[in-house]
């Protein structure tokens, strides 16, 4: 904890050295200690990445952040409630990384058409989808877990939609203390990867710099785009001679302008009637015109030095290439990620695989678009998480507090339980940190002769309360890089919250579900 908080050493080189350190002092064993890798976490993050790098290779995201900032306009206000609202309604019927996968790809985009920085609203994003995971029964394993907890006590199973009396609250004022208090708590990071260029403002600049009196409809569709290259240092086009409205001989692509390396505007012809030809030097610049395939082929050969890849410019374009069966396979994985037909991790890597395969990314585009600095991170910490419980350091901390409460106030109680479980959830996964708690919440309740029930919603309230650092939830750890975060640009937000979840679980739920 003393190296991710301090930042001097990356995280993925920390994971190692915890995989490391556990074998080392023989806390587990060599297969343990690499077990994390193959844990389905990492495998749905992995597979999740290739789902959001497919919604933003379609351009839905690109029709979605358009959607968004028609209807919410620039202002940041409506761009909070709008994000907010989805995040938690998304986050209401399937995971909390999930929701954010979902999600991140446009409100990167929004952000970057509103003139903000990702960095002020990834955080959020990831909060307001903890929230949602309080909201129904089956939007977090942890409901399910507490819900039959309370069955199997005294008490009785919540309602599918129970779980809202305490998750409302929680979102409206999640989003609250976001408008209030966001742009001085959140960070100003410039992300590893921006958004794809607007093709407006692009547009705008070619027209400028060649001199063209055509439309953005007319230079990008869903069908064909523009590209700008430059002829590379000892390609085989110096000395060819170009025309505007010539065609490139092997992919067919229209030559709309030619500009010099050392000259300031396009070359032009002195009058229509001259066929003047001019010779291609290095450092040229020449805007094509073509299909989209051919495009991406004619910047990736050895010739030409593409200006901007044309991947992310037809990326910006809503609703492009594939996006009808995008669109289907990701509503599938949505439908098995709600009726839990497979495991999440299934549900995205069958996803994944359905898009590979379908050809709506490709596999070089595939392995760029994962983290795997993060997959590191992950695949690192899980050994850790379960070494914890494994070891009898859960335990202890048990017998602490059984020890020191005895037959005290059951609200001092539920206060005890739910502070330890909001400091375990900093580091272990909720569902492990519910886990740990729950005989002591039961065996609480029993001492005390109070429900079940406020002490398992209260667990529920407090598990989702994972907002310190980014290796609590799958959730913080996927916005950080898009974001640029730093491990200790979560907790300024992050504490606020965990003050109003510590308040709602320990004030409001017993008012709802009494003692």
């Known amino acids: 904890m003393i190296a991710f908080i301090s930042s001097k050493v990356p995280l993925a080189v920390v994971a190692g050295g915890v995989v490391l350190a556990l074998w080392a002092t023989g806390v587990r064993s060599l297969p343990e200690v690499f077990e994390g890798f193959a844990d389905p976490t990492v495998v749905f993050i992995v597979s999740l990445f290739i789902v959001i790098e497919s919604l933003e290779a379609s351009g839905i995201t690109a ?11 620039t202002s ?89 009396l305490a998750g409302i609250p929680l979102v409206v004022i999640t989003i609250l203390i976001v408008l209030l208090a966001g742009d001085r708590l959140l960070p100003d990071r410039s992300p590893e990867s921006i958004a794809a260029p607007d093709p407006t403002a692009h547009a705008k600049r070619l027209r400028e710099d060649y001199r063209m009196d055509v439309s953005t409809g007319a230079l990008y569709t869903v069908e064909e785009g523009v590209a700008e290259v430059l002829v590379a240092p000892h390609s085989s086009l110096i000395g060819r001679h170009v025309l505007p409205g010539m065609t490139t001989p092997d992919d067919g692509l ?84 709600v009726t839990g037909v497979v495991p999440t991790a299934i549900a995205t890597m069958l996803a994944a695989g359905a898009l590979i395969v379908t050809k709506v990314v490709r596999l070089p585009t595939v392995y760029r678009a994962v983290p795997w600095s993060i997959v590191i991170l992950v695949g690192g910490m899980i050994p850790l998480s379960r070494a914890f419980v494994d070891t009898g350091s859960a335990d202890i901390v048990a017998d602490l507090v059984l020890g020191n409460l005895g037959a005290a106030s059951p609200y001092l109680a539920l206060l005890v339980i739910c502070v330890i479980s909001m400091v375990l959830g900093q580091f272990m996964s909720n569902l492990a940190t519910v886990l740990v708690m729950l005989p002591i919440a039961v065996a609480i309740a029993g001492s005390t002769g109070a429900s079940i029930q406020p002490f398992m919603m209260g667990l529920a309230v407090c598990g989702a309360a994972s907002f ?9 750890l996927i916005v950080m890089r898009a974001g640029g975060y730093h491990f200790g640009d979560y907790w300024k937000l992050g504490l606020p919250l965990m003050v109003v979840y510590l308040g709602i679980a320990v004030l409001y739920v017993p008012l709802i579900w009494p003692f």
């Open 63 to 73: 029709w979605l952040a358009n959607f968004v900032v028609n209807r919410a306009g």
């Open 468 to 476: 310190i650092t980014p290796v609590a939830t799958a959730g913080n």
């Open 76 to 164: 940041r206000t409506r761009l909070v409630l709008v994000i907010g609202v989805a995040a938690g309604m998304l986050g209401a019927f399937i995971s909390v990384s999930g929701t954010v996968g979902a999600l991140l790809p446009v409100v990167v985009i929004v952000t970057k058409k509103a003139g903000m920085l990702p960095s002020k609203m990834l955080i959020p994003l990831a909060f307001l989808a903890s929230g949602g995971s309080v909201l129904t029964l089956t939007a977090s394993p942890v409901n399910i877990v507490v819900s039959q907890a309370a069955s199997d006590h005294g008490g009785r199973q919540f309602g599918y939609f129970e779980f809202a």
């Open 254 to 337: 229209v030559v709309l302008g030619v500009r010099r390396g050392d000259h300031a505007g396009p070359l032009v012809r002195e009058s229509e009637e001259t066929e003047e030809r001019f010779e291609l030097r290095a450092g040229d610049a020449v805007l094509v015109q073509g299909p989209w395939a051919a495009l991406e082929r004619y910047a990736g050969s050895q010739d030409v030095i593409a200006v901007t890849p044309p991947q992310s410019l037809q990326r910006a374009v809503p609703l492009s290439r594939k996006y009808k069966r995008t669109l289907f396979i990701f509503a599938a994985m949505i439908l098995l990620l």
